[in-house]
C-alpha cells in the first residue's frame, strides 16, 4: 500500500512540475510568438517591401527590441547592388550621429566616478578651447552645454560635408579661434557636430584613452558589441549609396575617415550591436557588468534639458526626446556619406526600434515611426503587464459629495464605479482627476499634470458612521454635503 501510494505521489509531483514548467514557459515566451505581432511583422515587411521597390532604394536592416530581447531583426534588399550581397541582420553601417549617444554614456560614466561635472567649463579640460563668443559677456562653454546642443557653437568644423575631408584632431585645435559662434550659450537649442567633437575630446582628456578605446572598454566590451567600431574598413559593411539622381543612378560613395570628428560621427555597428545597446536603457541599478550608468543618470540623460524653439522637441544629454500622439520617445537619429539612421524607443512599454539604411535619401525617421506605430506598438501590447487593481467596492460610493475649504470646493463622483475629482467652479469641464483605490478604503490621486498632490494618498475621514473629511496628501476639506 505505502509502495503504491508513494508512487501515485511521484506521478502527482512530475505532473505538477510538468505544469509549472509549462506555465513558466509562457510566462516567458517570446512577444516574437505573439500572433499579432506576426501579423504586424507580415504588414510592415509588405510595406517595406514596396517602399524599396518604388522608391529604388539599395537596402534597409530594422530590429525591434523589447526589453533585453530583440524580438525581430531583418535586412531587406541589398548590401551591395552590383555585387548581389543581399542586406542581413550582421550588415555593417555607419550610424553617423548616433555617435553622440555613446560620447554622452561616456561622459556620464566619467561623471558617476567623479572625474567631471556637468557644469563644469570645458576650458577646465581643453586650455585652448577658445572661440569667438556671441557677446562679450557671454558665460563659459559647460560639458552640458555641449552634450544638449546648448553651446551656441557653429555647427561643423569645416567644409567636410562636402568633401568629405574630414579634419584631425589637431587641425580642430587649430581651427577653433575662429569659430564664430551664432548664438550665446542657452539662448536656443543649436546642433552642432563641432559640440559633440569637443565632448569626444574630453572624454579623451579625463580618460587618458583615445575615444575609440575608451568605446571599447566601457560599451562595446561590457555590452557585447562585437561587431562595432570606430572609423576601420569592415569587409562587412554596406556599400554606402548617394541620393537617387532624375536619372534614377546613386553614387557609389567609398569609405570616409571621420578622422577628429569620430566622437560625433564615427562609429560602425549592427542592428544587433544597436539592440544590445537600446536594451542597455531600460536596466536598472548601479552601473556594473551590462549596466553602462547608474538609473539616475539614465533619468537624467532621457529628460528634455533644451527644447527647441517652437517647442515641439527637446533635448537630453545625448538622446533626443519628442512627443508623438501622446507618447513620449528618445532617440537619435544620423546621416553619414552613403548612410542614413534612426533609432526610437519608448520608455514606458520598453521597446525600440531601430533602422539603418545605405542610402541618403531613405528617410528612416519616416521608416521607424512606421515600424513603431505596427510591430513595435503589438510588441508593447503583447509585453504589457497586467496591472492588479483593487476591484470596485459600492460602498465606496458614500464617498460621493461636495468638500470645500477656504481655496474652494472639491466635488467626488462616481463615475462607471470610479471614483474622480472634479472642481465644480471651473470654467470648463476638464478632465477628472482620477482616485485609484489601493486598498483599506485609500486611494491614490492620478492626474496627467503634477499641480496637485498627485501620487499621494487620499483618505476619508468618517465620524458617527458620516463622511466628514477628506485629505489629499498633507491638506484636507471638509464636507459640506
Known amino acids: 500500500m505505502l509502495a503504491r501510494y508513494s508512487k501515485a505521489m511521484r506521478v502527482v509531483l512530475l505532473v505538477a512540475l510538468t505544469t509549472a514548467a509549462l506555465s513558466t514557459h509562457a510566462i516567458a515566451q517570446s512577444p516574437a510568438s505573439d500572433p499579432e505581432v506576426q501579423a504586424q511583422i507580415s504588414l510592415f515587411s509588405a510595406w517595406l517591401d514596396g517602399q524599396i521597390e518604388i522608391r529604388g532604394l539599395p537596402g534597409v536592416v530594422v ?55 556637468l557644469d563644469d567649463p570645458v576650458r577646465e579640460y581643453l586650455p585652448w578651447f577658445t572661440f569667438q563668443g556671441a557677446a562679450p559677456d557671454d558665460p563659459p ?24 575631408d574630414f579634419p584631425t584632431a589637431d587641425e580642430i585645435r587649430e581651427l577653433m579661434p575662429d569659430r564664430q559662434a551664432p548664438f550665446s550659450p542657452e539662448v536656443r537649442w543649436k546642433y552642432s557636430n ?10 579623451e582628456e579625463v580618460s587618458g584613452m583615445s575615444w575609440a578605446d575608451y568605446l571599447h572598454q566601457n560599451i562595446f566590451g561590457p555590452l557585447g558589441m562585437s561587431a562595432s567600431s570606430v572609423d576601420q574598413p569592415d569587409p562587412k ?8 539622381m532624375p536619372d534614377d543612378s546613386r553614387e557609389v560613395i567609398p569609405f570616409v575617415d571621420a578622422r577628429g570628428m569620430a566622437a560625433a560621427t564615427g562609429l560602425t555597428s549592427t542592428v544587433e550591436d544597436m539592440a544590445r545597446f537600446v536594451s542597455a536603457q531600460f536596466r536598472h541599478g548601479s552601473r556594473g557588468e551590462d549596466r553602462l550608468l547608474g538609473t539616475s543618470s539614465l533619468r537624467e540623460m532621457h529628460r528634455v534639458r533644451m527644447l527647441e524653439t517652437t517647442w515641439t522637441r527637446g533635448q537630453g544629454i545625448g538622446f533626443s526626446v519628442q512627443r508623438i500622439d501622446g507618447k513620449l520617445y528618445v532617440g537619435h537619429g544620423g546621416g553619414y556619406p552613403g548612410y542614413t539612421t534612426n533609432t526610437m524607443i519608448q520608455l514606458d512599454s520598453r521597446v525600440g526600434v531601430i533602422v539603418l539604411t545605405n542610402t541618403n535619401d531613405s528617410n528612416p525617421a519616416q521608416i521607424a515611426g512606421e515600424l513603431m506605430s505596427t510591430v ?3 510588441v508593447a501590447a503583447a509585453t504589457k503587464p497586467e496591472q492588479e487593481s483593487v476591484a470596485w467596492d459600492p460602498a465606496w460610493e458614500r464617498f460621493a459629495g461636495l468638500y470645500r475649504n477656504r481655496w474652494g470646493g472639491t466635488r467626488v463622483l462616481v463615475m462607471n464605479e470610479r471614483l474622480v475629482m472634479m472642481d465644480p467652479w471651473a470654467t470648463r469641464v476638464g478632465e477628472p482627476t482620477e482616485l485609484e483605490p489601493i486598498g483599506d478604503g485609500t486611494f ?8 496637485g498632490a498627485v501620487g499621494e494618498i487620499v483618505r476619508f475621514v468618517e465620524e458617527g458612521g458620516e463622511v466628514v473629511r477628506m485629505i489629499t496628501g498633507d491638506s484636507y476639506a471638509r464636507r459640506v454635503r
Open 63 to 117: 530590429g525591434v527590441v523589447s526589453g533585453d530581447e530583440l524580438v525581430w531583426a531583418r535586412g531587406f534588399g541589398h548590401a551591395d547592388v552590383d555585387a548581389d550581397r543581399p542586406m542581413d541582420t550582421d550588415t555593417r553601417f555607419r550610424m553617423a550621429s548616433h555617435s553622440k549617444l555613446f560620447t554622452a554614456t561616456a561622459i556620464m560614466q566619467l561623471r558617476e566616478q567623479g572625474k567631471l561635472r
Open 237 to 244: 559593411l554596406a556599400t554606402g549609396y548617394g541620393s537617387r
Open 194 to 203: 563641432l559640440a559633440y567633437t569637443i565632448a569626444g575630446m574630453v572624454v
Open 141 to 164: 562653454v559647460t560639458i552640458e552645454h555641449l552634450l544638449t546642443h546648448s553651446s551656441g557653437l557653429p555647427r561643423e568644423a569645416g567644409s567636410h560635408w562636402t568633401d568629405w
Open 444 to 451: 491614490r490621486m492620478v492626474a496627467p499634470t503634477g499641480g
Open 376 to 378: 513595435g506598438d503589438a
